[in-house]
């Protein structure tokens, strides 16, 4: 896939950059490679590199200085009104390149990692996760939300997961390869099971939970979030900014509504430090609605009120 990827690559490239620009990027393409970068990042890398070196189209990529690095990143956010993840991006592709290609220091600017948001995330109301579900009519779509909101899977988590990785003998999911190369598993509900048993029946997938139309090639992201955007929209929730990554809090913080311990889920979500696990504390309605707050209690209005 990477390699179709650098041919097109190569093909749109000859004729905009030079020799060098273009062996730069193959060597950048063969040493992601060699790091088992995701396809993601791979892509990502290559054409934000493939960028900077149309910008300096005069300039060998060995001899871009880091003060010139800077000056495209200037024009990216000046210029072109850029948005901070794609700055980032390319910076990040650029110290790969400094650093991995040519062997060379390069420090990403800190005003590209601003101070970090406490801004809570949205979460769905399982009134409203069971009018999604119930609202898709595709057994396939159908199976595929359920299954990201019953075990907290990132999106490339379920497009990625493949027949064996389900244990219907433990009641387990594999997640292999996850957030940081790291495998966890996943309770695989009941319920799931027996939906996923039905979707078998009449789509028989091989190799990959959920192949796309082509056959053997694993369902893309984005037909995933697609799938929820058109329930969001036959539902009126658009404008509730919801997500595939909505469904993953939901279960989170839903989990945690009904009794769950946080470092349970915390394995369960696959999070590297408990504090990104505690956010769902600030999420969680049952806990609220049972609080008393001390100001009805000082005229003795807390029973009254329902």
Same mark, same amino acid.
């Given at each position: 896939?990477?390699?179709?990827?650098?041919y097109?690559?190569y093909?749109? &490239?000859?004729?905009?950059?030079?020799?060098?620009?273009?062996?730069?990027?193959?060597?950048?393409?063969?040493?992601?490679?060699?790091?088992?970068?995701s396809p993601?990042?791979?892509r990502?890398?290559?054409? *934000?590199?493939?960028?900077l070196?149309?910008y300096y189209?005069?300039v060998?990529?060995s001899?871009?200085?880091y003060e010139m690095?800077?000056?495209y990143?200037f024009?990216l956010?000046?210029?072109l009104? &850029?948005s901070?993840?794609?700055a980032?991006?390319?910076?990040?592709?650029m110290?790969f390149?400094?650093?991995?290609?040519? &062997?060379?220091?390069?420090?990403?600017p800190g005003?590209?990692?601003?101070?970090?948001s406490?801004?809570?995330?949205?979460?769905?109301?399982?009134? *409203?996760?069971?009018?999604?579900i119930?609202?898709?009519?595709?057994?396939?779509?159908?199976?595929?939300?359920?299954?990201?909101y019953?075990?907290?899977?990132?999106?490339n *988590?379920?497009?990625?997961?493949?027949? *064996?990785d389900?244990?219907?003998?433990t009641?387990?999911?594999?997640?292999?390869?996850g957030?940081?190369?790291?495998?966890r598993?996943?309770?695989?509900?009941?319920?799931l099971?027996?939906?996923?048993?039905?979707?078998?029946?009449?789509?028989k997938?091989?190799v990959?939970?959920?192949?796309?139309s082509?056959?053997?090639?694993?369902?893309?992201?984005?037909?995933?979030?697609?799938i929820?955007q058109?329930a969001l929209?036959?539902l009126?929730?658009q404008?509730?900014?919801?997500?595939?990554?909505?469904?993953?809090?939901?279960?989170?913080?839903h989990?945690?509504?009904?009794?769950?311990?946080?470092?349970?889920?915390?394995q369960?979500m696959?999070?590297?430090h408990?504090?990104q696990?505690?956010?769902?504390?600030?999420?969680?309605?049952?806990?609220?609605?049972?609080?008393?707050?001390p100001?009805?209690l000082?005229?003795?209005?807390a029973?009254?009120?329902?």
């Amino acid at each position: 896939m990477i390699c179709n990827f650098w041919y097109k690559i190569y093909s749109s &490239c000859k004729k905009t950059l030079s020799q060098y620009a273009i062996n730069g990027l193959q060597r950048t393409s063969d040493l992601l490679g060699l790091g088992h970068y995701s396809p993601a990042t791979q892509r990502n890398y290559l054409q *934000e590199l493939r960028f900077l070196f149309a910008y300096y189209p005069d300039v060998k990529p060995s001899d871009i200085t880091y003060e010139m690095t800077l000056q495209y990143l200037f024009y990216l956010t000046k210029t072109l009104q &850029c948005s901070r993840v794609k700055a980032k991006m390319a910076a990040q592709s650029m110290a790969f390149f400094f650093k991995q290609v040519l &062997c060379k220091p390069y420090q990403i600017p800190g005003v590209l990692y601003p101070a970090h948001s406490n801004k809570l995330p949205a979460v769905m109301s399982t009134d *409203e996760v069971r009018q999604i579900i119930n609202s898709i009519e595709n057994i396939k779509h159908k199976t595929i939300i359920s299954l990201v909101y019953s075990t907290g899977m990132r999106l490339n *988590e379920a497009a990625n997961l493949k027949m *064996e990785d389900i244990d219907s003998k433990t009641m387990r999911i594999k997640v292999v390869d996850g957030k940081g190369k790291k495998d966890r598993y996943v309770p695989l509900s009941i319920q799931l099971l027996q939906e996923l048993r039905l979707y078998y029946i009449q789509y028989k997938p091989k190799v990959y939970l959920f192949n796309s139309s082509k056959g053997g090639i694993k369902y893309s992201p984005r037909s995933i979030q697609h799938i929820l955007q058109q329930a969001l929209i036959k539902l009126g929730l658009q404008s509730k900014n919801y997500s595939i990554h909505t469904l993953r809090h939901s279960f989170a913080t839903h989990l945690l509504d009904n009794g769950a311990d946080l470092q349970v889920i915390q394995q369960l979500m696959g999070h590297h430090h408990i504090a990104q696990t505690v956010q769902y504390l600030h999420l969680t309605d049952k806990r609220f609605k049972t609080l008393v707050n001390p100001y009805d209690l000082l005229f003795d209005t807390a029973g009254a009120v329902k």
